[in-house]
């Protein structure tokens, strides 16, 4: 392992995920550890998963007094250094979900920096403020390290005026209510990987990030035009637990039926996609094994929204040249990826089912039949490697 490294993070709720990537000045290379702290809820059992060249473990972090994050950071530092001996970590590069109107691209977090993305917190509450809360915590436990924003927004930067408003008055424009766009780091990734792989990917593309959060977006000439998450991370797509598009008279209806506003958003964020139509679950595969109806609908819905999505973006595009599919779902549901590639078929895309089948996440590989107009690739996205890479290029 080179003699230096940057360390990507992820802070969620209960979670910490984590990759140490070697660097070498602006070069970075794979991960050579990663792994996720789990467990970090109150009254939780935190756990580490590691995954190394040495291979992949699991162990408990253990009881302890104080809060679990601060004793995580302890863990993780512990891991490190047994891991990572002589390893020198020169910067921490943090996903943070949402930018706003004022930053897209990387930045060197301080304290105007987080004021400003705090204020952001109601637009991602399920993401911003254990984002910001992970930042706050790395930044107490290495404060020699320069700490790294990366932000999901950032890649959505160009998308053009028509897709950023809303059709409201422009006041509400001004107090930036419009589209903003996610998962900006893991289409950025495929985006990069596929004009490596591709001629045709530097035409109209459309990348499907696929798991717990679902979108999906319209890339042309290696730029964001048009994606299907817009002002929150509820738009769009359905999702684990998010309800993804929904007519607001629906939330117009239920506040006048009394419902607080702790009600609708615990309800569109944590109750409602998978785990809400099947009453089962939230996990894809969970779905899959189960013979209840209410799991085959679950699954019949998500393929049709992002059937019906792919059809709006590929108009967006007008015309498409290639489709990526990403995220977990994306990268290892044979099934689902079969199922909408057959509906798209009108547009030219047809599917090698052998290929397919034996895509399993592990690599990039193209799964088009030879007579598809439309080439189609799973991708196993990176988005710790992205944020890497720009921390890099800052402290450099």
Request: hydrophobic content about 40%.
């Amino acid at each position: 392992m080179s003699a230096d490294a940057i360390l990507a993070v992820n802070a969620g709720s209960s979670s910490l995920k984590f990759a140490l990537y070697p660097q070498n000045g602006r070069e970075i290379g794979a991960a050579r550890l990663s792994g996720n702290i789990e467990g970090l809820e109150a009254g939780g059992s935190p756990t580490i998963k590691l995954s190394g060249k040495d291979g992949s473990s699991t162990e408990a972090l253990g009881s302890g007094e104080g809060e679990s994050f601060p004793r995580a950071l302890a863990a993780l530092e512990a891991v490190l250094a047994r891991h990572a001996g002589g390893i020198r970590i020169t910067a921490i590069a943090h996903r943070i979900v949402h930018g706003g109107d004022r930053f897209a691209d990387s930045v060197l977090l301080n304290a105007d920096t987080l004021e400003y993305l705090a204020t952001l917190s109601s637009l991602a509450p399920l993401h911003q403020p254990h984002n910001l809360a992970g930042v706050h915590a790395f930044r107490k436990s290495f404060p020699e390290l320069p700490q790294i924003g990366c932000f999901d927004t950032a890649f959505h930067a160009t998308l053009p005026e028509i897709e950023q408003l809303f059709a409201l008055p422009k006041t509400l424009r001004s107090a930036g209510i419009r589209r903003y766009g996610f998962h900006g780091l893991s289409y950025r990734y495929v985006t990069d990987r596929m004009l490596e792989q591709s001629p045709r990917a530097g035409g109209r593309m459309i990348i499907a990030h696929l798991g717990n959060g679902a979108s999906a977006c319209a890339v042309k000439e290696g730029k964001s035009i048009a994606t299907t998450m817009g002002f929150s991370a509820l738009d769009g797509l359905m999702m684990g637990t998010r309800s993804g598009s929904i007519d607001p008279g629906v939330l117009l209806h239920l506040l006048r039926q009394g419902w607080s506003w702790e009600q609708l958003e615990r309800t569109l964020y944590r109750e409602s996609g998978l785990r809400g139509v099947s009453g089962i679950s939230a996990d894809m595969r969970t779905l899959h094994a189960s013979d209840d109806p209410a799991a085959t609908l679950a699954i019949d819905i998500f393929t049709h929204r992002l059937v019906r999505e792919c059809g709006a973006l590929s108009a967006c595009l007008r015309g498409l040249d290639a489709i990526a599919f990403t995220g977990g779902i994306g990268e290892h549901d044979t099934a689902l990826r079969q199922r909408a590639c057959d509906a798209l078929a009108y547009l030219g895309v047809r599917v090698d089912e052998d290929a397919n089948r034996a895509a399993n996440g592990d690599a990039i590989v193209p799964i088009h039949a030879a007579d598809s107009n439309v080439e189609v690739w799973v991708v196993p996205t990176d988005e710790g490697l992205v944020a890497a890479q720009d921390a890099a290029r800052l402290i450099s």
